[in-house]
């Protein structure tokens, strides 16, 4: 099972597993306000069977090599998730997805993991691009790929519905080549 260790053992990133169900349920319904706005399966009855059946989704999709989610663990503690939510081994690009506790943000935990996904994703999954889709509104998740060398490609206006409206969603873009550089 893959995991990474980074920030000097602080964060741990590894695949979820059927035990990380309760934590997982705890973190979301913990953060339902913080995280509600720009993920549409934060929903008022989020469940313990709906961690599970997100955690079982996730390893038969990492079993078929279509995505990789991660549990993020900060100093042992479950605090969110990453992923390469979308693997297209044809075009060799994938798509790196992410949330975070409120309390655990502004420690730079989110932008290390993403670079070691980038890194992971570039080196030995030899994908050539690498993309970031949040809200435009979203400042603080599009500040990690900005943070990363990203380049913003455009805006889909009005692409995602979230809950109560359409929210305009900006796409950043990362090549192997501008990686190394």
């Known amino acids: 099972m893959r995991s990474f260790t980074l920030d000097e053992d602080k964060i741990e990133m590894r695949l979820l597993r059927e035990a990380d169900a309760p934590e997982l349920h705890r973190t979301v319904r913990a953060n339902i306000e913080h995280l509600r706005t720009f993920l549409h399966w934060v929903t008022p009855d989020y469940s313990p069977e709906i961690a599970g059946e997100f955690i079982a989704r ?6 078929e090599r279509k995505s990789e989610g991660y549990g993020i663990f900060f100093e042992k503690k479950f605090v969110g998730t990453i992923g390469l939510v979308k ?57 990690v790929p900005e943070r990363l060398g990203f380049r913003l490609e455009g805006v889909l206006r009005q692409a995602i519905w979230r809950h109560t409206r359409f929210y305009d969603v900006a796409i950043y873009g990362l090549l192997a080549e501008e990686w190394r550089k």
């Open 87 to 143: 693997l297209n081994w044809n075009s060799r690009s994938a798509e790196i997805g992410y949330w975070i506790a409120k309390d655990s943000e502004g420690r730079g935990i989110v932008t290390k993991a993403c670079r070691t996904l980038i890194e992971y994703a570039h080196a030995e999954l030899e994908m050539n691009r690498v993309e970031i889709r949040c809200a435009l509104e979203n400042k603080k998740s599009r500040a």
């Open 58 to 63: 996730n390893l038969k999709l990492a079993a």
